[in-house]
């Protein structure tokens, strides 16, 4: 077969008013085949944040008017929304003291009938919880769903208990269809508490889960839970295509609930000098793929809102933790430096003219699959476009020999075809040229259609090895980056989706010893060295796999990474950062790291299962993200000045408090299982400033309800 | 559900789930269940055999007519074999006259009750399940089924829905419950044979201190299977891949009608017998209150949607006639009025939950004769119970 590349065209040109290549792809790529799924499209309205286009001080356009997302229309505001104010929802919020705190927590299936979640009387403790792919409930201030505030949501336990009584027996078949928690006849609707396990109720168990008894009430009375459940996997795209709308949105309207909960709180308790309530947002998602120095348009958002509540006269902390991510070993990342000759810095790369990387697409592949290649920040944007002019990309399809893309403008693509046909094309590439803090990043990202289509339409991709290449005889180098984003079938549980990687014959995927090898070495008695020397083993790199949503380093953020809770060793899985890419907001290290596994012969870490009562295993490091909000809330609920509250929960608070206990480790510290903690070094990259143990007010059994 | 079935070999078989078990299976067993597993011999006898003819068998005293269990041993030809040269070894020379006893008066049966006695539970089993199968009969044609007492009286009556449109309406939650296949495998699979050890794990249930609960559980189902045997017989329906191919179930379906579900029946006729044996309560009270038992049954007759071999309507019919059934056997045991009531399959579009699914009936009081041997071996199994509450008076 002859394949050929189409002469570029501009993304505008296709009626899709975004500057999202994922977006744009989804919309001229995958939309037509849901067409199929009735009531499956709608139209976004523009994200629902006062002063949006203020906050963020520039006028891109990531989710435009008139793009289309897998949304059930019956999930939709079919009008555009209206403004948020604070009036508008005051009736229906509760009111509560003074030292209240916050717990937000974005994430899907978060159970809100668990008694874990509740207190003493069965009261919610769920001040309000926005399901954004429930059946939309004329909420008009809302672009979609049902937004549930604490007594609602009381009202409903009540009506679904048995004995008519807050304490009796929930129904939670008939509760969690009631509160649009689960949806089962709608084909892409929300199904995870229908399951035995679901993340976010995992992970809130986690962060703020607490046995109703009496020796809790002090917890159960501060500590508040603002909720959002983000749609069913289907809405946010195959390689996460939606879900910055969806998760900004939701980190959006928590501080806004909060806000709103603080002003009608205080009125009413007369109270003065403070202005807000500590919170905690926990969001423990993750995307492989992107600049990772802070300016994916995600962070962007997030720090734009912290500003704009600031402005807003709002002074208690707002801290956000999210995961390093779990793919570590999933061979998504490499690293060289481009150029004629020379290096970069300190770094162990020697600049080569020309970097190849065979990308492995597996065969019966349903979905897509992705890889965006970043080149270092430029001073300005005229400097990314005589970059790009500098660059060659070479993409091979298997079995086929190499040979150029033509030249991409910014906001541009090109269509590859098979000639013998010429209909339709099995791959693309995107060119993108956007700002961060140290200047402009030039990046393309490299589409390749499904293996695989049980429907039988065309367009399926070869499967094999795809070689991606770049070329560039530059003085001085460059440094490039290739990242293959995350990659998930439209419906949970589904193995449509083939994750692709990196198929380097450097790369080793076990030690000597026949161990899985990681990052760095972890042995006692040693300190931590590289695992993987790039000169022997690159370009493909487990450092760098952190997730691409959480590397905006700000004094609000923390990224958690996760080790094992018995002896200490960091978990496979938990992501690297590659030590920074000399950016001033990139993140160069993982902030701390909590137990995201139990032992070696003890799957993951026991929380809350799907259904009250029950407990489900769960791993990763999202769990050891809930343990990290855990110990922050505890903190703050401990906390006895104004001053205390503004140092707890911030990275440094973390970072001294990790380290602290690290430097333990080793001292005749006993852990949690009476063993003394003779355990290996972590590395910064891996564990961050330290291992911090269990939070004492996590449950120890599982029949602790 | 076997009738007949091996005792240790069935046993281990189950347990062994595999060649061992399967030949074991066979050979001890004798069932249909164990001949498959003894010919198969591999892990298709483990199953056969072994679940079969063990997993019900000996294991519980279940309905397992002949216990072939020899003093020490199961049966086998050769240790027949060896009796057989034993005998010739030890016995001398005998005319055959009588030698046990002086007097055959000393050798008059007991009386009912102690009769019962002094057979293994498994025999007591089927002399109960043959009771309570003549104590009721049919009437019925196409489209309806009727169940009576032996006296011709009505005591529940199951109609059909009008159209094959009902079921095809609810297809919608076919396709919503196969979402959830991942989940409950282990379960559907587990529960194509056994349903009882997940009550056992509700509460207490073996073959020690519990063997007349058990054995009247296992008579519960042998007779609700008795029951739906005939009114999926006179109302017929389609399984649900019949109406879309899409539907794919992860279980052989049934050769039998779909309509009534015929695990929901016998779940909640278990649930019925073991929530009154527990609580001294009928059918309605446990459903009202979501008694764990009918919790379970309802999860039960849920995951053969889930598989994809049963509408939400079968197991909503087959629910009530199994809470029916369950009643039933206590009327009988007391010989107490049973209120009478007809099945409803629901609307269309509904699902069956638990809290939209009454099992209360609104029909007549109906005499029901006391049935002896059932009398005796309830008020044996209510003394199991702490308080016995279901006990008689």
Redesign the interface.
Known sequence: MTWSWQTPRKMDDDGVETENPYVHWWNTREKSDRESLENSLVRLNSLPIPKYNEILDDTETQFGGTDQIPLSKSSANPDMHDDWAAETISDRLPCVDDDTIILGIVDTGIALGHRRFRGLKGETRVISSWQQDARFAEQADLPCGEELFGPEIDDLIVA?S?RGAATG?L?E??FNRAAGLVD??N?IGQ?DL???GAHGTHVLDLAAGFAPDPENAEAIRRQKIIAVNLPAQHAHGTAGNFLAYFAVTAVARILFVADALWGKSSAKNGSQGKAGFPIVINFSYGMQAGPKDGSLFFERMIRALLRHREKLGMTSPVRIVMPVGNDNLERGHAKAVLGQKGAIGSWPYPAQPRVEIPWRILPADGTANFTEIWFEAQATKEDCVALAQDLQIHIAPPRSPSFPVPKVSEQQYSDLIPSATASESVARVYSRIQPGDDGWRLSFLVCVSPTQDPEGRGRQAPAGLWTLAVEAHRDPPVAVSFYIQSDQSS?R?SKQAQRSYFDHSNYKVHLETGRKRDAFHYELGHFAKVEEPWEEQGPVQRRGSHNAVATLSLPEICCIGSYRDSDGRPTLYSAATDGGTGSTSGRAMVSAAYPGETAGSLYGLLASGARDGSVKAFRGTSMSTGLASRDILQAFQDASSDADLAAIGTETWLINRAAAHERKIGKGLLDRWGQDMTWGVGAPQKTGAGRLPMPTSWRRSRIDR | MPIHGGNAGGNAGGNAGGNAGGNAGGNAGGNAGGNAGGNAGGNAGGNAGGNAGGNAGGNAGSITAFSRDHADSPASSFLSNTLLTTRDGVTGFWDGSMTAVSDVAGLAMPKDDEYLGQVKTPYQALILDTFLRSSVRFDGADGWCELQTSAGLAITRLERPKSLDFFAKQLDWLRAYADLREDRLGEIHMQLDDMLSFFGSQVYLDNGRRAYSLMLLNAARSFAIHVETPMKYFCRVPRPVDFAMQVQPIIQTPDHSSFPSGHATEAFAIATVLHRLSSGQGAAHGVENMALPFRLAHRIAANRTVAGVHFPADSRVGAYIGCVVGDLIYALATGTDLVTGNANAGASGDDFLLSNFSAERDGTALAVAKLDVLSALWSRAASEWPGAPAALV
């Open positions: 679904h048995q027996d129904d078949e008939t089962p006849l084909p199904r229908d399951r035995a419906v549980g």
